[in-house]
Protein backbone atom coordinates (compact mmCIF):
# COMPACT_ATOMS: atom_id res chain seq x y z
CA UNK A 1 0.00 0.00 0.00
CA UNK A 2 2.79 2.44 0.69
CA UNK A 3 4.37 1.63 -2.36
CA UNK A 4 1.37 2.44 -4.59
CA UNK A 5 1.70 6.03 -2.78
CA UNK A 6 4.81 6.44 -2.16
CA UNK A 7 7.28 5.88 -4.94
CA UNK A 8 10.43 7.83 -6.33
CA UNK A 9 10.41 10.00 -9.12
CA UNK A 10 11.39 6.94 -11.06
CA UNK A 11 8.69 5.10 -10.07
CA UNK A 12 10.83 2.79 -8.20
CA UNK A 13 9.10 1.34 -4.51
CA UNK A 14 10.52 2.81 -1.46
CA UNK A 15 8.75 0.74 2.08
CA UNK A 16 11.82 -1.96 1.74
CA UNK A 17 14.37 0.70 1.92
CA UNK A 18 12.95 2.73 4.78
CA UNK A 19 12.22 -0.44 6.97
CA UNK A 20 15.91 -1.59 6.65
CA UNK A 21 17.14 1.69 7.61
CA UNK A 22 14.57 1.51 10.19
CA UNK A 23 15.59 -2.11 11.77
CA UNK A 24 19.41 -1.19 11.59
CA UNK A 25 18.81 1.69 13.42
CA UNK A 26 17.04 -0.21 15.64
CA UNK A 27 20.04 -2.53 16.09
CA UNK A 28 22.50 0.02 17.27
CA UNK A 29 22.72 2.03 20.73
CA UNK A 30 22.61 4.90 19.15
CA UNK A 31 20.78 7.62 21.49
CA UNK A 32 18.13 9.62 19.11
CA UNK A 33 14.19 9.17 18.52
CA UNK A 34 12.50 8.13 15.12
CA UNK A 35 8.31 8.99 15.11
CA UNK A 36 6.89 6.88 12.78
CA UNK A 37 4.47 8.92 11.12
CA UNK A 38 1.68 7.28 9.49
CA UNK A 39 -1.39 8.50 7.09
CA UNK A 40 -4.61 6.82 7.39
CA UNK A 41 -6.49 6.84 4.22
CA UNK A 42 -9.69 5.59 2.36
CA UNK A 43 -8.19 2.24 1.79
CA UNK A 44 -4.80 1.48 4.12
CA UNK A 45 -6.62 0.33 7.74
CA UNK A 46 -6.11 -2.73 7.18
CA UNK A 47 -2.39 -2.43 5.38
CA UNK A 48 -1.94 -0.29 8.63
CA UNK A 49 -2.63 -2.67 10.61
CA UNK A 50 -0.25 -5.39 9.01
CA UNK A 51 2.10 -2.40 9.76
CA UNK A 52 1.43 -2.07 13.06
CA UNK A 53 2.02 -5.76 13.59
CA UNK A 54 5.95 -5.51 11.95
CA UNK A 55 6.64 -3.05 14.02
CA UNK A 56 5.34 -4.54 16.93
CA UNK A 57 7.17 -8.28 16.02
CA UNK A 58 10.46 -5.60 15.22
CA UNK A 59 10.24 -2.70 17.18
CA UNK A 60 7.77 -2.22 19.62
CA UNK A 61 10.67 -3.15 22.63
CA UNK A 62 12.13 -0.36 21.48
CA UNK A 63 10.74 3.33 22.95
CA UNK A 64 13.32 5.26 20.19
CA UNK A 65 10.39 4.75 17.56
CA UNK A 66 7.34 5.83 18.77
CA UNK A 67 4.33 5.92 15.98
CA UNK A 68 2.07 8.89 15.45
CA UNK A 69 -1.04 8.09 13.58
CA UNK A 70 -3.01 10.86 11.68
CA UNK A 71 -5.52 11.67 8.34
CA UNK A 72 -3.85 11.69 5.34
CA UNK A 73 -4.37 15.37 4.43
CA UNK A 74 -5.21 17.82 1.73
CA UNK A 75 -2.81 21.08 1.34
CA UNK A 76 -3.93 22.78 -1.22
CA UNK A 77 -1.77 21.07 -3.97
CA UNK A 78 -3.09 20.52 -7.30
CA UNK A 79 -3.77 17.12 -7.10
CA UNK A 80 -5.88 16.90 -3.98
CA UNK A 81 -9.11 15.83 -5.64
CA UNK A 82 -7.37 12.60 -6.22
CA UNK A 83 -6.40 11.87 -3.09
CA UNK A 84 -8.12 9.60 -0.74
CA UNK A 85 -8.78 11.03 1.95
CA UNK A 86 -10.79 10.24 4.85
CA UNK A 87 -12.70 12.72 7.18
CA UNK A 88 -15.25 13.09 10.08
CA UNK A 89 -16.16 10.02 12.07
CA UNK A 90 -14.99 7.83 10.18
CA UNK A 91 -11.83 9.51 10.51
CA UNK A 92 -11.55 9.79 14.15
CA UNK A 93 -12.97 6.06 14.19
CA UNK A 94 -10.18 4.78 12.24
CA UNK A 95 -7.44 6.18 13.93
CA UNK A 96 -9.19 5.24 17.25
CA UNK A 97 -8.82 1.83 16.01
CA UNK A 98 -5.51 2.02 14.86
CA UNK A 99 -4.42 3.55 18.50
CA UNK A 100 -6.26 0.77 20.59
CA UNK A 101 -4.47 -1.82 18.66
CA UNK A 102 -0.76 -0.16 18.74
CA UNK A 103 -1.58 0.50 22.27
CA UNK A 104 -2.29 -3.32 22.84
CA UNK A 105 1.29 -4.53 20.85
CA UNK A 106 3.06 -2.70 23.38
CA UNK A 107 3.83 0.30 20.50
CA UNK A 108 4.35 3.38 21.95
CA UNK A 109 2.21 6.64 20.59
CA UNK A 110 2.95 10.41 20.64
CA UNK A 111 0.15 12.80 19.72
CA UNK A 112 0.32 15.85 17.25
CA UNK A 113 1.43 18.06 20.00
CA UNK A 114 5.22 17.04 19.89
CA UNK A 115 5.43 17.17 15.84
CA UNK A 116 3.58 20.00 15.87
CA UNK A 117 1.57 22.18 18.34
CA UNK A 118 1.28 25.57 19.36
CA UNK A 119 4.94 26.18 19.01
CA UNK A 120 6.09 25.09 15.61
CA UNK A 121 9.38 23.16 15.48
CA UNK A 122 10.81 25.53 13.48
CA UNK A 123 10.91 27.70 15.64
CA UNK A 124 12.46 25.16 18.72
CA UNK A 125 16.06 25.36 19.17
CA UNK A 126 16.49 21.64 18.71
CA UNK A 127 15.13 21.23 15.78
CA UNK A 128 16.82 20.57 12.44
CA UNK A 129 15.70 19.38 9.33
CA UNK A 130 18.61 16.84 7.36
CA UNK A 131 17.87 17.71 3.70
CA UNK A 132 19.30 14.39 1.37
CA UNK A 133 22.02 16.34 -0.28
CA UNK A 134 22.93 17.72 3.39
CA UNK A 135 21.72 21.17 3.66
CA UNK A 136 20.24 22.05 6.98
CA UNK A 137 17.05 23.83 7.36
CA UNK A 138 13.84 24.72 9.89
CA UNK A 139 10.88 24.68 8.16
CA UNK A 140 9.74 21.49 6.70
CA UNK A 141 7.33 23.61 4.17
CA UNK A 142 9.35 26.46 2.42
CA UNK A 143 11.67 23.68 1.45
CA UNK A 144 12.96 25.43 -1.86
CA UNK A 145 13.30 29.00 0.48
CA UNK A 146 16.61 30.55 0.64
CA UNK A 147 16.13 31.47 4.21
CA UNK A 148 15.38 28.18 5.08
CA UNK A 149 19.16 26.70 3.99
CA UNK A 150 21.03 27.50 7.63
CA UNK A 151 23.73 25.64 6.63
CA UNK A 152 24.92 22.33 5.63
CA UNK A 153 26.77 18.95 6.42
CA UNK A 154 30.10 18.60 4.24
CA UNK A 155 31.63 15.41 3.16
CA UNK A 156 34.24 15.47 5.73
CA UNK A 157 31.52 15.52 8.25
CA UNK A 158 32.00 19.23 9.22
CA UNK A 159 29.12 21.73 8.93
CA UNK A 160 28.71 25.27 8.09
CA UNK A 161 26.06 26.95 9.59
CA UNK A 162 24.41 30.25 9.44
CA UNK A 163 23.74 31.83 13.17
CA UNK A 164 22.21 34.70 11.81
CA UNK A 165 19.79 32.85 9.80
CA UNK A 166 19.19 29.92 12.51
CA UNK A 167 18.51 33.28 15.17
CA UNK A 168 15.64 34.47 12.53
CA UNK A 169 13.91 31.30 13.03
CA UNK A 170 13.76 30.91 16.83
CA UNK A 171 13.14 34.81 17.34
CA UNK A 172 10.04 33.96 18.79
CA UNK A 173 11.73 32.88 22.05
CA UNK A 174 13.34 35.75 22.54
CA UNK A 175 10.56 38.42 21.25
CA UNK A 176 7.53 36.19 22.89
CA UNK A 177 5.49 37.11 20.06
CA UNK A 178 3.34 34.32 19.56
CA UNK A 179 2.93 34.24 15.45
CA UNK A 180 6.60 33.92 15.21
CA UNK A 181 6.48 30.92 17.80
CA UNK A 182 3.65 29.88 15.59
CA UNK A 183 4.91 29.89 12.77
CA UNK A 184 7.59 32.30 12.06
CA UNK A 185 8.08 31.60 8.43
CA UNK A 186 5.06 34.08 7.91
CA UNK A 187 4.88 36.13 11.18
CA UNK A 188 6.26 39.66 10.82
CA UNK A 189 10.07 40.06 11.49
CA UNK A 190 11.84 40.20 8.14
CA UNK A 191 15.22 38.44 7.78
CA UNK A 192 18.25 40.68 6.85
CA UNK A 193 19.89 39.53 3.84
S1 LIG B 1 5.16 26.91 7.37
FE1 LIG B 1 5.28 27.83 9.41
S2 LIG B 1 4.19 26.41 10.77
FE2 LIG B 1 4.67 25.27 8.87
S3 LIG B 1 6.64 24.27 9.28
FE3 LIG B 1 7.11 26.23 8.29
S4 LIG B 1 7.44 27.67 9.95
FE4 LIG B 1 6.39 25.88 10.83
Given at each position: MHDSLRVL??GEKTFQRIWTNLVN?????????I?LRLH?N?YN?ESM?QLLYKI??NL??????????????????????????????????????????????????????????????????????????????????????????????????????????????????????????????????????
Amino acid sequence: MHDSLRVLRNGEKTFQRIWTNLVNAHKTEFNFKIVLRLHVNMYNKESMKQLLYKISRNLASDNRFPVFIRGLGKFGGKNDGLLPVVEGEELVNTIKDLKDLASGLNIGLVDGSIISGAQCYASKFNSLIIRSDGKIGKCTVALYDRRNIIGEINSDGTMNFEKDKFSWWVRGNFTGNEQQLHCPLYAPGSMRD
